[in-house]
C-alpha cells in the first residue's frame, strides 16, 4: 500500500514538473495553477477596480441585461392576503466593457469575486417590482455570487425569498385557478439605457412544486414595455399557475352538505302530526349547513361577487328551507282537516245548537245556552264557544270555590265579529284559557292531504335536488376539464 502510495507520488510530481517545463499549460486539479509570469487574481480585481468609475457602462445601444430565474420552491399561497411565498435564484449577465481584464496578464477566463465588490461595480438595478417582501438569504452570509469573465462580463446571481402577489379570482372555488406573477424592471434605467431580456430558458424548476392545496400548472414569461413619464420602461413578467386541489374542500363541504340533504328529507316519512320531530330534523339541517358555510368562508377574503361555494351553500340551504315550507304547508293542512273532521262531528244531533255556515270551518256560536249544558258539550266535544256568549253569573258557576279555574276550553273565535266583546266583559272574566288546539280556519284546502303532499315531496325534493347537482356539476366543474395544462418540466 505504502509502495503504492510513494510510487503515485514520485508519477505526479514527475509529471508536474514536465507539465511546468512545457509552459505548464494544465495542472493537475480541478483548478488550473497560473504560471508566475501571471498575475494574481487580486492584482486583476484591484487593478480593474482602481480605474474604474460606477457608470453606465458606455456602450452605443443600450445596456442588455439577460434574466433567468431557477425556482427552488414556493411554500404557501394565501387567499386573505393573496401572495404567494417564493425561493428563487435570480441570475442577471450583462457586459461591462470596463471590467474587462482581458489585456492584463491573467490565466484566468474569469474571475469569482467577492461579494462586497459588487456595491463598486455598475448595477443595472434589476428589482422585483410588485413584491411585497424580499429578502436575499443570509446562510450564513449574504448568498450572492458574483463573476466576472474576461471579456467585461458579469454574472451576478441573487438567492431571494420572496413575498409577491397573486390576482385572486375566486369565482369558481374551490375549482379555480389563480395566477401569481413576478415583475422584473430594471428601477434607475430605461429603455434607453437598459434593455431587459428573459434567457433561452427564463424559468427553470428545480423540482415539482406542489402547495397543500394547490399544484403548480403551469407557468409563462412575458416581456413588455411600459411608458412612464420618463421613458419606456422594459419589463419582465413571470406567472405562476395554480390549481387549487379541491380534494378537501369535497371532503369537508361537499359530502357533508350532501347528507345533511338527506338528512332533511327524513321528515317527509314522518306523519304530519309528528310536528316537534320534524321541526327538530329541519332546523338542525339548517344549523347545520350554516355552520359549515361559516367555517369554510371563514379562511376566504370577504370578495362580494358569488363563489361556486356560495351557489352550492345557498342552494343546498334552499332546499333545506323548502322542507320547512313543506312542513309548514303539510302543518296547515293537517289542521285544517282536523278542524274539518271536528265539525263534521259537531253536526251531530247532540250539540244542534251550533249554527254553521256553509258546512265549512266557519264557527257560529249560539248566544242563549244553558251554561252546564255547555260546560258539558264543551268538556265532551271540545266545541270552540265565543266568551262573549256566557253571561257573568252563569260564568261563577263554572269557577271551583276556591281554586284554579276548571279546564274549561273557552275559545274566542275572532271571526264571528258579530257581537265583539265589551271592555266591561273582558274585566270580569277569569283570566283567558287559550285553546291550544288550533282555531277553524275561514276557508281550508281540503282538497289535499297531508300524507299525499309527503309523498309528493319525497319525489320532488330529490328529484330537483338532482337536477340542481348535474346544473351545478356541468356549470363549474367543466371548464376545469377543458384547460389543459402541459405538465411543469422540472430539472
Ligand atoms: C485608467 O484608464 C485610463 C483611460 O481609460 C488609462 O489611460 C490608464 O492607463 C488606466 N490606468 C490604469 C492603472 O489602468
Ligand atoms: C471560468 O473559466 C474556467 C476556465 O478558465 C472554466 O473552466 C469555468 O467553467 C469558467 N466558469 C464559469 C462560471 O464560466
Ligand atoms: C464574454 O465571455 C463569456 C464567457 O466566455 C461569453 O459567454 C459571453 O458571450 C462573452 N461576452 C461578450 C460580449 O463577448
Not at 386573505?80 to 492584463?104: G, M, N, R
Not at 419589463?235 to 369535497?250: A, M, N
Not at 359530502?255 to 338542525?284: D, H, N, Q
Request: proline share 8%.
Amino acid at each position: 500500500m505504502s509502495r503504492l502510495w510513494t510510487k503515485g507520488f514520485f508519477l505526479t510530481t514527475f509529471l508536474i514538473q514536465l507539465l511546468l517545463l512545457f509552459d505548464g499549460v494544465e495542472g493537475k486539479g480541478k483548478r488550473r495553477k497560473c504560471p508566475p509570469s501571471s498575475w494574481s487574481e487580486g492584482k486583476i480585481v484591484n487593478t480593474v477596480l482602481s480605474n474604474y468609475t460606477k457608470m453606465l457602462p458606455e456602450a452605443e445601444d443600450s445596456v442588455m441585461v439577460n434574466i433567468e430565474i431557477h425556482v427552488q420552491d414556493m411554500s404557501s399561497l394565501n387567499e386573505l392576503t393573496s401572495d404567494f411565498k417564493i425561493e428563487i435564484l435570480f441570475t442577471q449577465l450583462w457586459h461591462d466593457p470596463a471590467l474587462a481584464f482581458a489585456h492584463l496578464p491573467s490565466c484566468k477566463r474569469n474571475i469569482t469575486m467577492e461579494n462586497k465588490h459588487l456595491e463598486n461595480v455598475w448595477t443595472p438595478n434589476t428589482c422585483i417590482i410588485n413584491s411585497k417582501k424580499t429578502m436575499i438569504h443570509q446562510s450564513p452570509a449574504d448568498n450572492v455570487m458574483f463573476i466576472l469573465y474576461e471579456n467585461g462580463t458579469v454574472w451576478v446571481n441573487h438567492r431571494l425569498s420572496l413575498k409577491a402577489p397573486c390576482l385572486l379570482d375566486l369565482r369558481r372555488f374551490p375549482f379555480d385557478v389563480q395566477n401569481c406573477e413576478l415583475i422584473f424592471e430594471s428601477y434607475s434605467h430605461n429603455s434607453e439605457e437598459v434593455e431587459l431580456h428573459w434567457m433561452k430558458e427564463p424559468v427553470t424548476l428545480m423540482k415539482q412544486i406542489s402547495l397543500p392545496d394547490f399544484d403548480m400548472v403551469n407557468f409563462r414569461t412575458d416581456k413588455a414595455t411600459l411608458l412612464y413619464p420618463n421613458g419606456y420602461w422594459d419589463q419582465l413578467t413571470v406567472v405562476f399557475t395554480f390549481k387549487r386541489r379541491y380534494g378537501f374542500y369535497i371532503i369537508q363541504a361537499y359530502v357533508p352538505t350532501y347528507l345533511t340533504i338527506i338528512v332533511s328529507w327524513v321528515s317527509f316519512c314522518m306523519e304530519p302530526k309528528a310536528l316537534p320531530a320534524r321541526t327538530t330534523v329541519g332546523i338542525s339541517s339548517l344549523l347545520a349547513l350554516t355552520f359549515q358555510f361559516g367555517n369554510i368562508l371563514k379562511n376566504l377574503p370577504r370578495v362580494s361577487y358569488v363563489k361556486a361555494m356560495d351557489v352550492w351553500m345557498l342552494g343546498c340551504i334552499s332546499f333545506v328551507f323548502g322542507t320547512m315550507v313543506e312542513l309548514a304547508f303539510v302543518c296547515y293542512i293537517s289542521r285544517c282537516a282536523s278542524n274539518r273532521d271536528k265539525t263534521n262531528r259537531r253536526e251531530s244531533p247532540r250539540s244542534r245548537a251550533a249554527v254553521y255556515a256553509n258546512g265549512g270551518c266557519r264557527t257560529r256560536t249560539p248566544h242563549h245556552l244553558n251554561g252546564n249544558v255547555m260546560t258539558d258539550s264543551l268538556m265532551r266535544n271540545g266545541v270552540s264557544v265565543r266568551e262573549s256568549s256566557v253571561d257573568p253569573p252563569q260564568r261563577d258557576a263554572y269557577r271551583l270555590p276556591n281554586g284554579p279555574p276548571p279546564p274549561l276550553h273557552f275559545h274566542m273565535t275572532t271571526f264571528d265579529v258579530a257581537q265583539p266583546l265589551t271592555l266591561e266583559q273582558v274585566g270580569g272574566l277569569p283570566p283567558p284559557f287559550r285553546d291550544p288546539s288550533p282555531s277553524p280556519q275561514p276557508d281550508c284546502i281540503a282538497r289535499f292531504h297531508p300524507e299525499s303532499i309527503d309523498k309528493l315531496s319525497i319525489v320532488c325534493f330529490p328529484l330537483a335536488f338532482t337536477m340542481f347537482n348535474l346544473f351545478y356539476w356541468w356549470y363549474f366543474l367543466s371548464p376545469t376539464f377543458d384547460q389543459d395544462f402541459l405538465p411543469v418540466p422540472h430539472e
